[in-house]
């Protein structure tokens, strides 16, 4: 993204309700902030606050009911599916708490996909898929059927293919909750590597207390408002540089939740991997 590229992120009053009459469920409820190019934003909030939904409407899957809402200089009202697929395809990354990996696709196919969706040819998506497969050391394993990684390993896998076509936007949802600590910490530097070079803008959801060491700005969402926008004070960074300049602080690490059941979240972004 050139330097005078508009704001990521800009966001003004915005609401968002489901259902209709009788049954309609406020879920944000005007909701302003703005994100600057190459910010770590992390939101958080307890279960059901809105997180997803936000993240959602930032991915231009869903799209606001007020408010304005632009991502990457685009009013998101205003693109068509066609117009929102595109600008996913061509300047966002996505990573998932489960990967949503493709079963049956070696790891480097599975990178190539966004490539390959927007036309580049297959020799040169390959060669650009085992680079980032590299950066993310599994260039022995590239050859590998998904099915049969680690999880570690699939997220690695997950994060390259979220970083292939060098995104401007990066939108994580829960990245490290099948992680252990050591692995989701690792999943978060690797991050963080990686976009260092690029100054991508990354808005991570999480109820990970054990990576918010790498956030420049904390929001927290409670029953669909915005509390707050602090800055983490332990992090080593915060200063005149850029986030894509830093490097991460150390975390505490705990244990993952990656026995969580599958819910409903996972569905709701799936629509962002068919890419339309
Ligand atoms: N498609 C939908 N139809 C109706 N209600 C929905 C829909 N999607 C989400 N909701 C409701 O909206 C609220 C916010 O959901 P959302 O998934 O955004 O929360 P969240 O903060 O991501 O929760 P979690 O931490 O559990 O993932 C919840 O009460 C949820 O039940
Ligand atoms: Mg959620």
């Not at 009911?65 to 632009?70: I, N, P, S, T, W």
Request: aromatic share 2%.
């Amino acid at each position: 993204m050139p330097h005078n590229a508009p704001t990521p992120i800009l966001v003004d009053a915005l609401s968002k309700a489901y259902g209709r009459g009788t049954t309609i469920t406020p879920v944000l409820r005007d909701i302003t902030f703005t994100v600057d190019r190459g910010e770590w934003v992390f939101l958080v909030g307890p279960s059901g606050s809105g997180k997803t939904t936000l993240l959602s409407i930032l991915g231009c899957v869903l799209s606001p009911d007020q408010g304005r809402v632009e991502v990457l200089g685009h009013d998101v009202r205003r693109l068509d599916p066609h117009a929102a697929s595109q600008l996913r395809l061509r300047h966002m990354g996505f990573i998932f708490q489960r990967f949503h990996l493709i079963r049956g696709l070696t790891a480097q196919e599975n990178v190539c996909v966004p490539l390959t969706l927007q036309g580049v040819p297959e020799a040169a998506a390959r060669r650009r898929a085992a680079e980032l497969l590299d950066a993310v050391a599994l260039a022995d394993h590239r050859n590998k059927n998904v099915r049969k990684l680690s999880v570690g390993q699939c997220q690695r896998v997950a994060l390259a293919r979220a970083l292939v076509t060098n995104p401007d936007l990066i939108l994580a949802d829960e990245p490290t909750a099948s992680l252990d600590g050591q692995h989701g910490h690792a999943a978060m530097q690797l991050l963080r590597d990686l976009t260092a070079r690029t100054g991508a803008t990354v808005i991570v959801v999480t109820h990970d207390p054990r990576i918010q060491s790498f956030a420049d700005r904390v929001l927290t969402l409670e029953n669909g408002c915005l509390c707050s926008g602090e800055q983490p004070a332990d992090r080593p960074d915060n200063d005149d540089s850029t986030a894509a300049d830093s490097t991460a602080a150390d975390s505490t690490l705990s244990e993952s939740n990656a026995a969580e059941p599958a819910t409903r979240r996972d569905s709701e972004l799936q629509p962002i991997l068919s890419l339309g």
